[in-house]
């Protein structure tokens, strides 16, 4: 099994920042791919931004020129540095990984609340 620890949401104001971090612990033979999603009332779960192992990354549109995501391999912790945040980025984000053991299988973490005042 495998379990993820999210922290560092909260509210802050517009134009403030925010780093989420989510820690992976358990029976890990490799992380290939971590991750952010969000969710917002009444939406759909969508993308924020992704980093494979080798450190290629992808951002959603919205976030792209905000947002750095980052990770430490050796402690199987991954970074999300949001920036200038706005209104419209008030979700539940939530952290996934692809993890590889005797399979590859994904886990989601509990979500974190980051709420942005206006």
């Known amino acids: 099994q495998v379990q993820l620890v999210e922290s560092g949401g909260g509210l802050v104001q517009a134009g403030g920042s925010l780093r989420l971090s989510c820690a992976a612990s358990?029976?890990?033979?490799?992380?290939?791919?971590m991750g952010w999603y969000r969710q917002a009332p009444g939406k759909q779960r969508e993308l924020v931004a992704t980093i494979t192992r080798a450190g290629d990354t992808k951002y959603a549109d919205s976030v792209k020129d905000r947002t750095t995501i980052s990770r430490d391999n050796a402690k199987n912790t991954v970074f999300l540095q949001m920036n200038n945040l706005k209104p419209e980025d008030t979700a539940v984000y939530y952290c996934y990984v692809l993890v590889i053991n005797r399979s590859v299988l994904t886990y989601w973490g509990q979500g974190t609340q980051v709420t942005v005042s206006s």
């Open positions: 358990g029976v890990i033979f490799r992380i290939e791919t």
